[in-house]
């Protein structure tokens, strides 16, 4: 094979695995890249990955390479993503392993206090406060080698202008500084280094992600840069907030969570009407307590009401017929589980036959006292089985009977055989809590949002959404032997949340203004360890979700499909449906999506990504080739931008140019960019969240 046609025209740390692969029409070789491969702590986990060649014909050699190098992908993206170094290295500073972007010129505004619009990415200049304030965060960040415990760290705050009314910035403003002051006490104490801020480029990124479900489109990163930069990071917050993606991702995260993401899971929800109806809460922005009362109260037919899917989802196994007068007519077993977990933060199901074996606040008593406060749901329509049969989807109603378990006893057995009854009683409530002549469930809502542990469960998923951790690990279980990392934190973050009226907007503009939320993910000598992650002394990288990957490709490749509504449903349907099915979540549990063999094949080599880069006329490439003929730099960028929200280095342009000669002769000329493109879209860089 001839090195004439063949070049390295990519960086390591893009492809999929850190190593590099010239795959500039086929491969040459694959060699380790240590030094690169130490970004995303994979090194040693495979080898790269490639595309076909300009036909797309693969030899036995290639599709050979092609399985090896799919298994190693697989494998190493089921593990968690880390920056820590591997033992054998030395450990990287702050600022060698910072991917920071150089934006071409006049990238950003002037100074602080700048009104005037920065001009777009085509003719920019770096910002000089982002400068001094990763130039800045790169030298503490470095420490003192000679001294094995150094003194405390010289931690430093973000200058920043926050927007929005007086009153409004004023509960900003106090959020951030509980954030600030405890975090910055606790690196302090810990001696421990924060990371360097990241970019305005990177920043756009992850906010995009976290807040919208996916990444910005060149046009909208123009538009975020054009922000004074003295107050550009907190009005791209707010831009983000008031984006009509934002009750959508939100819909479909909290969806997610309440049934899983493989639909009706034969049990008679309706998926799609909670996930629009979802979606209208946070486009309301309705109070996160007010919205778990309607999942747990509601009552009606699922297409009428579709809150009531959440209990339709969970009601478990019917009981007999004989015992229904007493025991109502499902066990509710699972949604007992459901609402306390997601909502509390408690597990309780380890209790439903016996008390827990790790915490001694939960008992048999408990979960069977919640219990009863359900066992008066019933539900009305055709059976999930013969629906499937008729191949039809009539309604199902939910519904309160207050003729069965009159008494509001339930009763479990224990591990010796004793059977005990107990009344519908929440927790550690002094007393039995309901009667049949109350709404038991409206009870229950009452009880829920208003225990300690409401707020605070809350908080811990939002934070691990933003922060791709918790203050616990999982962050649905509180208990004695899962303390959170920073309790001081934790509390204060949800007493404030319940004080102004548990608003979910202002609770992100908390943590997206304060400082830790604009570190990089790297890692330097005091916090390359594992210990130190609850410190969150650094970003941690995060594997997209399967809907915000679908999303980004479909921003990003100026997808055919994502033009009409019916069109974009369907390919999202398929799409989901392949990255989905192959981890099992059919009891609607939740799963931390680190990639997967089908996604290997996708993105790989799946119709839907190469249709949507080999696209005529409108897709990225050929509309980025036609606008500026001659130039292939402006070419390069533009690809950049679409898919790593950045501009490429001059380092990386000079490359890929001197390089973009020995494909002259293609009769395609569309096809190096395309190829460009498609190792862009399969890189670590674009496919997690950093």
């Given at each position: 094979?001839?090195?004439?046609?063949?070049?390295?025209?990519?960086?390591?740390?893009?492809?999929?695995?850190?190593?590099?692969?010239?795959?500039?029409?086929?491969?040459?070789k694959?060699?380790?890249?240590?030094?690169?491969?130490?970004l995303?702590?994979?090194?040693?986990?495979?080898?790269?990955?490639?595309?076909?060649n300009?036909?797309?014909?693969?030899t036995?050699?290639?599709?050979?390479?092609?399985?090896?190098?799919?298994?190693?992908?697989?494998?190493?993206?089921?593990?968690?993503?880390?920056?820590?170094?591997?033992?054998d290295?030395?450990?990287?500073?702050?600022?060698?392993?910072?991917?920071?972007?150089?934006?071409?010129?006049?990238?950003?505004?002037?100074?602080?206090?700048?009104?005037?619009?920065?001009?777009?990415?085509?003719?920019?200049?770096?910002?000089?406060?982002?400068?001094e304030?990763?130039e800045?965060g790169?030298?503490?960040?470095?420490?003192?080698?000679?001294?094995?415990?150094?003194?405390?760290?010289?931690?430093?705050?973000?200058?920043?202008?926050?927007?929005?009314?007086?009153?409004d910035?004023?509960?900003?403003?106090?959020?951030?500084?509980?954030?600030?002051?405890?975090?910055?006490?606790?690196?302090?104490?810990?001696?421990?280094?924060?990371?360097?801020?990241?970019?305005?480029?990177?920043?756009?990124?992850?906010?995009?992600?976290?807040?919208?479900?996916?990444?910005?489109?060149?046009?909208?990163?123009?538009?975020?840069?054009?922000?004074?930069?003295?107050?550009?990071?907190?009005?791209?917050?707010?831009?983000?907030?008031?984006?009509?993606?934002?009750?959508k991702?939100?819909?479909?995260m909290?969806?997610?969570?309440?049934?899983?993401?493989?639909g009706?899971?034969?049990?008679?929800?309706?998926?799609?009407?909670?996930?629009?109806?979802?979606?209208?809460?946070?486009?309301?922005?309705?109070?996160?307590?007010k919205?778990?009362?309607?999942?747990?109260?509601?009552?009606?037919?699922?297409?009428e009401?579709?809150?009531?899917?959440?209990?339709?989802?969970?009601?478990?196994?019917?009981?007999?017929?004989?015992k229904?007068?007493?025991?109502?007519?499902?066990?509710?077993?699972?949604?007992?589980?459901?609402?306390?977990?997601?909502?509390l933060?408690?597990q309780?199901?380890?209790?439903?036959c016996?008390d827990?074996?790790?915490?001694?606040?939960?008992?048999?008593?408990?979960?069977?006292?919640?219990n009863?406060?359900?066992?008066?749901?019933?539900?009305?329509?055709?059976p999930?089985?013969e629906?499937?049969?008729?191949?039809?989807?009539?309604?199902?109603?939910?519904?309160?009977n207050?003729?069965?378990?009159?008494?509001?006893?339930?009763?479990?057995?224990?591990?010796?055989?004793?059977?005990l009854?107990?009344?519908?009683?929440?927790?550690?409530?002094?007393?039995?809590?309901?009667?049949?002549?109350?709404?038991?469930?409206?009870?229950?809502?009452?009880?829920?949002i208003?225990?300690?542990?409401?707020?605070?469960?809350?908080?811990?998923?939002?934070?691990?959404?933003?922060?791709?951790?918790?203050f616990?690990?999982?962050i649905?279980?509180?208990?004695?032997?899962?303390?959170?990392?920073?309790?001081?934190?934790?509390?204060?973050?949800?007493?404030?949340?319940?004080?102004?009226?548990?608003?979910?907007?202002?609770?992100?503009?908390?943590?997206?203004?304060?400082?830790?939320?604009?570190?990089?993910?790297?890692?330097?000598?005091?916090?390359e360890?594992?210990?130190?992650?609850?410190?969150?002394?650094?970003?941690?990288?995060?594997?997209?979700?399967?809907?915000?990957l679908f999303?980004?490709?479909?921003?990003?490749?100026?997808?055919e499909?994502?033009?009409?509504?019916?069109?974009?449903?369907?390919?999202?349907?398929?799409?989901?449906?392949?990255?989905?099915?192959?981890?099992?979540?059919?009891?609607?549990?939740?799963?931390?999506?680190n990639?997967?063999?089908?996604?290997?094949?996708?993105?790989?080599?799946?119709?839907?990504?190469?249709?949507?880069?080999?696209?005529?006329e409108?897709?990225?490439?050929?509309?980025?080739?036609?606008?500026?003929?001659?130039?292939?730099?402006?070419?390069?960028?533009?690809?950049?931008?679409a898919?790593?929200?950045?501009p490429?280095?001059?380092?990386?342009?000079?490359?890929?140019?001197k390089?973009?000669?020995?494909?002259?002769?293609?009769?395609?000329?569309?096809?190096?960019?395309?190829?460009?493109?498609?190792?862009?879209?399969?890189?670590?860089?674009?496919?997690?969240?950093?």
């Amino acid at each position: 094979m001839s090195n004439s046609t063949l070049f390295r025209w990519i960086p390591d740390r893009f492809l999929p695995l850190g190593f590099e692969c010239r795959v500039f029409g086929t491969y040459d070789k694959i060699r380790p890249s240590s030094e690169d491969t130490r970004l995303f702590g994979l090194s040693g986990r495979g080898l790269g990955m490639m595309r076909a060649n300009g036909k797309r014909n693969w030899t036995k050699q290639d599709a050979a390479w092609a399985m090896v190098a799919l298994l190693a992908w697989a494998i190493g993206f089921t593990a968690t993503p880390s920056v820590a170094q591997q033992p054998d290295e030395k450990p990287a500073t702050a600022k060698k392993d910072t991917p920071k972007s150089k934006p071409v010129k006049d990238a950003e505004a002037k100074e602080d206090g700048d009104d005037k619009p920065a001009k777009p990415y085509t003719d920019t200049k770096p910002n000089k406060d982002d400068k001094e304030d990763t130039e800045k965060g790169e030298k503490e960040a470095k420490g003192d080698p000679k001294e094995k415990v150094g003194p405390a760290p010289k931690i430093t705050s973000r200058n920043q202008t926050l927007v929005g009314k007086p009153e409004d910035v004023r509960i900003i403003q106090s959020g951030v500084k509980l954030i600030n002051d405890n975090l910055h006490e606790a690196w302090k104490e810990n001696r421990v280094q924060p990371a360097p801020f990241v970019d305005d480029f990177e920043f756009i990124r992850r906010a995009s992600l976290d807040i919208i479900g996916r990444v910005a489109t060149a046009d909208e990163i123009n538009k975020y840069l054009r922000h004074p930069a003295s107050s550009r990071r907190p009005q791209i917050i707010e831009d983000l907030l008031a984006h009509e993606d934002y009750p959508k991702h939100w819909g479909v995260m909290w969806a997610n969570w309440l049934l899983g993401r493989s639909g009706v899971f034969g049990r008679g929800t309706y998926h799609d009407g909670l996930t629009v109806w979802l979606e209208d809460q946070f486009a309301q922005n309705r109070t996160y307590d007010k919205l778990v009362t309607d999942l747990v109260t509601a009552k009606g037919k699922n297409t009428e009401r579709p809150a009531v899917n959440f209990i339709l989802a969970h009601m478990g196994e019917m009981v007999p017929q004989a015992k229904r007068d007493q025991d109502g007519q499902f066990e509710m077993v699972p949604i007992t589980s459901r609402i306390t977990r997601l909502f509390l933060g408690m597990q309780l199901q380890c209790a439903q036959c016996h008390d827990h074996p790790f915490n001694n606040s939960v008992t048999q008593k408990h979960f069977w006292g919640v219990n009863a406060f359900l066992r008066q749901v019933e539900r009305e329509g055709t059976p999930p089985d013969e629906r499937m049969r008729a191949m039809t989807y009539p309604a199902l109603t939910l519904k309160e009977n207050t003729k069965t378990n009159s008494e509001g006893l339930v009763y479990y057995e224990k591990r010796n055989g004793v059977i005990l009854p107990t009344k519908a009683t929440f927790l550690d409530s002094p007393k039995p809590s309901a009667s049949a002549s109350q709404g038991r469930r409206e009870m229950l809502a009452n009880y829920v949002i208003s225990h300690d542990n409401f707020p605070r469960a809350l908080v811990n998923r939002v934070w691990a959404s933003f922060m791709g951790a918790g203050f616990t690990t999982p962050i649905d279980d509180f208990n004695d032997q899962n303390v959170p990392s920073l309790p001081k934190l934790l509390d204060g973050l949800a007493l404030e949340f319940k004080q102004y009226g548990f608003d979910q907007k202002r609770l992100i503009r908390w943590i997206c203004n304060s400082d830790v939320y604009h570190l990089a993910y790297t890692a330097n000598k005091t916090n390359e360890k594992a210990e130190t992650n609850g410190l969150f002394s650094r970003m941690q990288l995060k594997s997209m979700s399967p809907e915000q990957l679908f999303e980004s490709l479909m921003v990003a490749t100026r997808s055919e499909a994502a033009e009409t509504k019916d069109g974009k449903r369907q390919l999202r349907a398929t799409w989901l449906d392949n990255l989905v099915s192959s981890f099992g979540d059919d009891e609607g549990n939740e799963v931390n999506f680190n990639g997967t063999v089908v996604q290997a094949l996708l993105m790989m080599n799946g119709n839907e990504i190469n249709t949507a880069i080999s696209r005529p006329e409108k897709g990225a490439v050929a509309l980025s080739v036609a606008k500026n003929r001659g130039n292939p730099q402006r070419v390069i960028t533009d690809l950049y931008l679409a898919a790593l929200g950045r501009p490429p280095k001059p380092a990386e342009v000079a490359n890929i140019t001197k390089r973009m000669v020995m494909r002259v002769k293609d009769k395609d000329q569309l096809a190096p960019y395309q190829d460009l493109f498609w190792a862009l879209l399969n890189s670590n860089e674009f496919l997690l969240n950093h």
